[in-house]
C-alpha cells in the first residue's frame, strides 16, 4: 500500500513536469512567433516609408528644378494622405529649408495643393511637443499669414525648444511685424541661445532691427539694456552708436557701459571717454582701450599710453594691441614710443603687441 501511494505521487510530478515543459515551450514558440512578425511588420512598413519617401523625394525635386516646365507635378493634384503626412513633411522642411526664390515658391504652392498649411495649422495647436514643433515649422517656411498669431502665441511657451522655432517662424513669415514682437522678449528668454536669435533678428535685416532694438534698450533695465546691447552690431551704424552714446551719457552701472563701449562701431565718438579710460572697473578700461583701437586716430596715442601701465594686464594688452593697429603710426614711431615708457610693464606688452602683429602680416 505505501508502495502504491509512493507510485501515484511520482507519476503525479512527473505529469506536472511534463506539463510545466510543454507550457514553457509553447511560451517560448509563442514569443518566438510573436518577434518575427514584429520583425516582419517593421520591416514591411520600412519598406513601405522608402517607398513613400522616394516617391516624394522626386515630386518635391520635380518642383524645386521646375521640371516640368514651371508646372508642379500631376501627384501633386490630390490631398495629401494623413498616412504620408510625416515623411513628407520631413522632406519637405527640410529642402524648404535650403532654398529660396522660384523654387521656395514652387514648394509653397506644392504643399497648398496637398492642404498642407491647414494640417500644420493643426499640428502647431497638439499638446504633443514634436507635432507642435513640426506644425510651427512648416507655418514658418509656408510664410502662412493667416498663422500670424497662432506662431507668435507659441514664444511665450515654457518649453525654450518650440519658443525659439516658433521666433524663427515668424521671421519667416512677416519680418517686420516679427521683430516688434520678439526684440521685447529676448531680454527675458535668457534660455534662447545668443547665436540662434542672432541668427534670426539678422534674418529680418539692420533696417527692420535698428528701431526696435534702439527702443526696447531705452527703456529696458540696466541688466535687460547689457544683453540687448549683444545684438546692435545688427542695427545700422548710426542707430548702434546713438544707442551707445546715449546710455554713456546718461548710465552708470558698470556692466551696461562696458557692454555699449564693446558695441560702439568706433565710426562716432563716444562721450566721457576721458572718465572711462580711468573707471574704477578695470573691464571698462580694457573696452575703452578696444574702443579707441576701433576708432584709430592717431591723436589717441596719449591715451593709451597712459594704459600701457595699467595695474591690469587685460587693459595693457588691448591698449597695447589698439597703439600697433593705428594706421598712422608706422613700425619706428611704436619702438619709439616703446622705449620712452618709464614701466617695464608698458614696456613688455607693448613688445609683445608688436611681434604678434608682426606674426600676422
Known sequence: MPDLAFASASSAAVSAAIWATVASLSASLLLLLYTLELRFRRRQGERHRARVMERWRSIIAAAVTGAEGGALPTAASHPL????RAEFLKLWNLTRNMVEGAAAERLIELAG????PEAARGDARQKRSAARLVGIRTLGHLRDLPSFALVQ????DDNPLISITAAEALIEIDPARAVD??????????DWPRTHVFRILQKAGSTLVGEPLYRAIR?????????LLQFAELAEFDVRDAICAEILASREEPELIAAALKAASGYSQMPRLDELVQHPAWYIRMQAARFIGRMGRAEDVGRLEKLLADSEWWVRYRAARALVRLPRLDRAEIERIRER?????ARDILG???VEAGSRQ
Do not use: K, N
Open 153 to 156: 502665441a507659441a514664444i511665450d
Open 181 to 190: 514682437a520678439l526684440i521685447p522678449r529676448v531680454a527675458s528668454r535668457r
Open 113 to 116: 495643393r496637398l492642404g498642407v
Open 81 to 84: 494622405p494623413r498616412a504620408e
Open 341 to 345: 615708457q618709464q614701466d617695464p610693464y
Open 352 to 354: 609683445q603687441a608688436i
Open 219 to 227: 527703456t529696458a533695465a540696466d541688466t535687460d539694456a547689457a544683453h
